[in-house]
Nanobody, 124 residues
Framework: QVQLVESGGGLVQAGASLRLSCAAS????????MAWFRQAPEKEREFVAA????????NYADSVKGRFTISRSNAENMVYLQMNSLKPEDTAVYYC?????????????????WGQGTQVTVSS
């Protein structure tokens, strides 16, 4: 069982940066692949970034490559998403997710646990 709580969302202008945090609890966290997804109004939830349980491999959606960075601290039970050069199209609710397999967590069905989400709004 893994419990996830996101924080760090907010309202920013285009070009700004934000860092999202995901606080995790549960015995299996440090062995879980972690990911960030986002969902904009009237759109499906989409993959943003993933990281292996060791932190040695990452994967990004093409739309965020070069702007977003996912990282984790197993010692602190935390996962982060550093978002730079934000664009209005990044506006969405961002969700932290955990799953047993890194290769599978690139789609929502590959996640077993979800946080409640944090709103990110980027104004033009």
């Amino acid at each position: 069982q893994v419990q996830l709580v996101e924080s760090g969302g907010g309202l920013v202008q285009a070009g700004a940066s934000l860092r999202l945090s995901c606080a995790a609890s549960g015995r299996t966290f440090r062995f879980s692949a972690m990911a960030w997804f986002r969902q904009a109004p009237e759109k499906e939830r989409e993959f943003v970034a993933a990281i292996t349980w060791t932190g040695d491999s990452t994967n990004y959606a093409d739309s965020v490559k070069g702007r977003f960075t996912i990282s984790r601290s197993n010692a602190e039970n935390m996962v982060y998403l550093q978002m730079n050069s934000l664009k209005p199209e990044d506006t969405a609710v961002y969700y932290c997710a955990a799953g047993p397999r890194y290769e599978a967590i690139v789609v929502p069905g590959g996640a077993m646990y979800w946080g409640q989400g944090t709103q990110v709004t980027v104004s033009s």
